[in-house]
């Protein structure tokens, strides 16, 4: 069965900083897919980053990127230059590429980005 | 392109009657899904579609059911609703690309939501 942990529950980031939000994964297939979602207040859920199982790349898009560690099974998302706009809940999902359909998220982080 | 849709934005149900939530997508897509969201607990998967006329549980389906009678649209419905199905339903669709070595996860892309209420 695959899971998500993202061990923090809120963070504090002046803006402008960087910040990264943890998210660590447990599957037993070899080919995946991880995503990253924003939920900001309004409640919409905005797809933010993908990153295969098999890219030797690290993923990025704009002022997000995806630090992708296989054997550490994390995929940590960093979004540089934080700004106001960026405080949301942020998800990590995953979802095994054969077979099962099911996109699993983690629990969250809510981002709050400080002037 | 309006992406996914989803009607209604807002319902107030009593115990035991019965609702059905549309979700439409015009972005050609194969695979649809209904997710719920509740408190600490991330999104959960209800049922989803791999197509026209096909529908499939997911991992908590119990008191709902679905039915895909048009590509572009996927209906959740409850029969007779409980206190306990007060949540977000979330509507997503996604493309099935083929899987490969490099990568080929489908990113599902989401609806606004629908915050049902159950009194």
């Known amino acids: 069965a695959q899971k998500i942990t993202q061990t923090q529950p809120g963070m504090f980031v002046q803006e402008k900083e960087a910040v990264t939000l943890d998210c660590t994964y447990d599957?037993?297939?070899?080919?995946?897919?991880l995503f990253w979602y924003k939920q900001p207040s309004s409640g919409e859920m905005i797809f933010l980053i993908y990153?295969?199982?098999?890219?030797?790349q690290n993923a990025t898009e704009g002022r997000y990127s995806l630090n992708f560690q296989k054997a550490r099974k994390s995929a940590n998302l960093v979004i540089s230059a934080s700004q106001l706009g960026d405080s949301a809940m942020y998800f990590c999902?995953?979802?095994?590429?054969?077979?099962?359909?099911?996109?699993?998220f983690g629990t969250g982080t809510r981002l709050t980005i400080i002037p | 392109n309006a992406g996914v849709t989803q009607t209604p934005k807002f319902r107030v149900l009593k115990t035991g009657q019965s609702m059905t939530l549309l979700c439409a997508q015009d972005?050609?897509?194969?695979?649809m899904y209904w997710y719920r969201q509740d408190p600490g607990m991330g999104l959960r998967l209800i049922h989803y579609?791999?197509?026209?006329?096909?529908?499939a549980k997911g991992e908590v389906p119990d008191g709902y059911n679905v039915s895909r009678l048009k590509k572009q649209n996927f209906l959740l419905g409850l029969e007779s609703a409980a206190p306990s199905q007060t949540s977000v339903y979330f509507c997503?669709?996604?493309?099935?690309?083929?899987?490969?070595?490099?990568?080929?996860?489908?990113?599902?892309?989401f609806g606004p939501g629908t915050r049902l209420t159950v009194l």
């Open positions: 999902a995953i979802k095994e590429n054969f077979g099962n359909e099911k996109l699993t």
């Open positions: 579609s791999v197509g026209e006329g096909t529908t």
């Open positions: 972005m050609n897509h194969e695979y």
């Open positions: 599957t037993s297939d070899q080919s995946y897919g």
């Open positions: 997503a669709s996604s493309y099935r690309k083929r899987p490969g070595l490099a990568g080929g996860a489908d990113t599902q892309y």
């Open positions: 990153q295969g199982s098999y890219d030797e």
